[in-house]
Structure formats: structure tokens, C-alpha cells
Nanobody, 122 residues
Framework: QLQASGGGLVQAGGSLRLSCTASGFSLDDDSIGWFRQAPGKERERVSCISVSGGRIYYADSVKGRFTISRDNAKNTVYLQMNSLKPEDTAVYYC?????????????????WGQGTLVTVSS
């Protein structure tokens, strides 16, 4: 089971670090992706990291502000979010069983975790 955590309320310009942990299985052999869905909007891709960490993708909207990383020893993938903007407000989900390439990531995934809410106030 995947679980995203670390969300919360932050002012614009602030930072949060989201974590994606797995229970019952290892993330070592999976590419991991982050998605988000804002109220009234469709789910969008945010970032992904391949098994080795050699392929990382960022959506243009977060490039330069968000950093994805993984710690296989802790069975955890992180999403460091800096310079947050009100438009980053959304429920953030992590997922596995997806395609993660340098220039893109799949918009669907095979396994989803429960989301964590990020609210950025102006």
C-alpha cells in the first residue's frame, strides 16, 4: 500500500516536503510518480523518478521549484516543493507502475496511494 504524507497549509513562497512510502512491498523496482488534482480540475502529472533515479521528469509548471528524490533504503520517495504558489494547491498522490522518461511520464498508473492535501495561501 502506498501512502503520501507531508501536506499542509503553507504561505506562498514557502516549502513542503512530501513523502511517499510503501508498506508490504519494496519500491526499489518501481518508477514512482507524483500527480496532483486541484478542486474542479483534472488530475495532472507533476514529476516522476525511475528505478535508478537516472530518469527524472518534471512538469513545466513545477520545473525549477520541485525536486524528486528516492531513498530506497527507507523505501521512500520524496517531493521537495519550494517557492510554492497558490496554484500548487491540490491533493497530491504518489503512484507506481507507470512509465517515467526524461521528457515525459505516463498519465496513468497501476497503483495509487492515498493523497495528501497541499494548500498554499496567498
Amino acid at each position: 500500500q502506498l501512502q503520501a504524507s507531508g501536506g499542509g497549509l503553507v504561505q506562498a513562497g514557502g516549502s513542503l516536503r512530501l513523502s511517499c512510502t510503501a508498506s508490504g512491498f519494496s519500491l526499489d523496482d518501481d518508477s514512482i510518480g507524483w500527480f496532483r488534482q486541484a478542486p474542479g480540475k483534472e488530475r495532472e502529472r507533476v514529476s516522476c523518478i525511475s528505478v535508478s533515479g537516472g530518469r527524472i521528469y518534471y512538469a513545466d509548471s513545477v520545473k525549477g521549484r520541485f525536486t524528486i528524490s528516492r531513498d530506497n533504503a527507507k523505501n521512500t520517495v520524496y517531493l521537495q516543493m519550494n517557492s510554492l504558489k497558490p496554484e500548487d494547491t491540490a491533493v497530491y498522490y504518489c503512484a507506481t507502475d507507470l512509465v517515467c522518461l526524461l521528457g515525459t511520464m505516463s498519465s496513468v498508473a497501476g497503483s495509487w496511494g492515498q493523497g495528501t492535501l497541499v494548500t498554499v495561501s496567498s
